[in-house]
């Protein structure tokens, strides 16, 4: 999957998450809509004047970020690594595992896509952070 479903970027805005993306959702259509700012230039979810000036209105946003932001900033803001293993031997099989300053490595169910893996694995990325 390239970008992130709408809820799990809600709970994303609100751990904190501000990086630049090229994407996002209004809220509260859930319209997605792209970034084709004169600078082309990533937004980020407090640039609030930026909406004002293209939408003429204050458009409450959340960042669309990809899989691949979302990996990274778990990494940098919490030392947490999820990464999706699988499709050995040619089968179409996917789990995921989650390193925690390389204390704990959780395995859990399989798979029949890596999506489907990198999906829960965002899930249970949000879920972790936001039950410590």
Do not use: H
């Not at 609030?48 to 778990?74: D, H, M, Y």
């Not at 789990?95 to 859990?108: A, H, L």
């Amino acid at each position: 999957m390239e970008f992130i479903t709408y809820t799990q970027a809600l709970e994303l805005k609100q751990l904190g998450f501000d990086e630049p993306c090229w994407a996002w959702y209004n809220i509260p259509d859930e319209d997605i809509r792209y970034c084709y700012s004169e600078q082309r230039s990533p937004i980020t979810n407090s640039q609030e004047e930026w909406n004002a000036r293209i939408w003429g209105s204050k458009v409450e946003n959340i960042g669309l970020p990809t899989s691949s932001q979302v990996f990274k900033w778990f990494r940098e803001k919490y030392n947490i690594i999820g990464l999706i293993e699988g499709g050995f031997d040619m089968t179409n099989i996917f789990t995921y595992c989650i390193w925690e300053g390389f204390k704990d490595k959780i395995y859990d169910d399989y798979y029949g896509t890596y999506e489907e893996a990198e999906d829960v694995l965002i899930n249970l990325l949000i879920d972790k952070v936001k039950n410590k």
